[in-house]
């Protein structure tokens, strides 16, 4: 299954990489604009497409009782890599395992054991599997960081995607905000009452994982995702009407 990560699924990365034990959908849909439920199904998404594959405990095990942490740098036969990757999980104290596209050093083990004679235990396994350790370093501390590119800026960050066409026409993604001036108004009624500009065009809307073809009748919702076309490009004023006043 493959997805397409959009603005909405950068963020809930971003989250859960940053506190998933204590963030939840509806805090994360109050800070992006859309509905928990939304959430809830994309996190499930992302979930069934590999992208996120688990969440673990980040454990200092010398302050839990003083166990050490030791990394080993080894190499396998690129032939042998994969299978030695998954064999290295196995072994009692190993609690990572990294593989590398490269001929040497491609493969980072990093065990944990009670006493020196525990991690030499965990290198003897490594070498019986076909790894040569080229290196071996107590490991002290490690710290975990959200990617901050799937998190918001210091900027306006409504805008998913950004396409410059030809002939100056351009294609933006957006989150309606809750209190825009469109939401909970049809497309026909926002032409009417002038709050789409000349040249603007509604192309699709995404709701709870649903694109829908505008018509007239189109209600648009907060925290709809609309794709708007733009004849001649956009300018700040284009985007009022979809953005809270309190902005």
Known sequence: MSIRLDDVNKRIIHALMGDARNTSAPMIAEEVGVSPTTIRNR????????????????????VADEMVTTLYVATAPIEERARLAQ???????????????????????LAVGSDVEAINDVARELTSLGATIEDEKVAR???FQSYHPFGPDETHQQF???ISLAGGNEVVELTVD????????????AGTEGLLEDGLLVVSIE???????????????????????????FSDSMFDVFESENR
């Open 207 to 233: 709701r709870d994982d649903t694109v829908l073809t505008p018509q007239g009748k189109s209600e648009i919702r907060s925290g709809d995702i609309l794709t708007v076309l733009s004849r001649g490009g």
């Open 43 to 62: 996190i499930n998404q992302l979930e069934d497409a590999g992208v996120i594959r688990g969440y673990h405990a980040n454990v200092d095990f010398d």
């Open 178 to 189: 809750d209190d825009a001036p469109i939401a909970g108004m049809t497309l026909e009624r």
């Open 87 to 109: 064999q290295a999980r196995t072994i009692t104290g190993v609690t990572n395992v990294r593989e590398f596209v490269a001929g040497q050093e491609n493969l980072h083990v």
């Open 160 to 162: 998913s995607d950004y």
């Open 141 to 143: 501390t490690e710290q």
